[in-house]
Nanobody, 121 residues
Framework: QLHLVESGGGLVQPGGSLTLSCAAS????????MAWFRQAPGKEREFVSA???????YYTDNVEGRFTISRDNAQNTGYLQMDDLKPEDTAVYSC???????????????WGQGTQVTVSS
């Protein structure tokens, strides 16, 4: 069973950057696809980005070009580099993992606890 722990959230001004980390333990991280989802207050959880075992990457349209997903299988860690942050990026960000890469959150078996990202001046 895979255990995921996010870190790196915080308060940042518009236009700023943050890097989120997702540390995995309990199983072989490289066996899993990894994704980031976010949920803003009063809104449904939405897909942000995903990366396959091989490093193929996918993004939702409104973060394409600003966010970069990556993974270091040797360190059992995934990352989400977020640049040019906007107030509408404010949300709780959660990493998820599953053997199948998908944009559908309900298909992911393993989740972290989430980390708050707040973009405000």
């Amino acid at each position: 069973q895979l255990h995921l722990v996010e870190s790196g959230g915080g308060l940042v001004q518009p236009g700023g950057s943050l890097t989120l980390s997702c540390a995995a333990s309990g199983d072989t991280f490289s066996n899993y696809a990894m994704a980031w989802f976010r949920q803003a207050p009063g809104k449904e959880r939405e897909f942000v980005s995903a990366i396959s075992y091989f490093g193929d990457t996918y993004y939702t349209d409104n973060v394409e070009g600003r966010f970069t997903i990556s993974r270091d299988n040797a360190q059992n860690t995934g990352y989400l580099q977020m640049d040019d942050l906007k107030p509408e990026d404010t949300a709780v960000y959660s990493c998820a993992a599953d053997v199948t890469l998908t944009r559908d959150s309900w298909l992911y078996d393993y989740w972290g606890q989430g980390t708050q990202v707040t973009v405000s001046s």
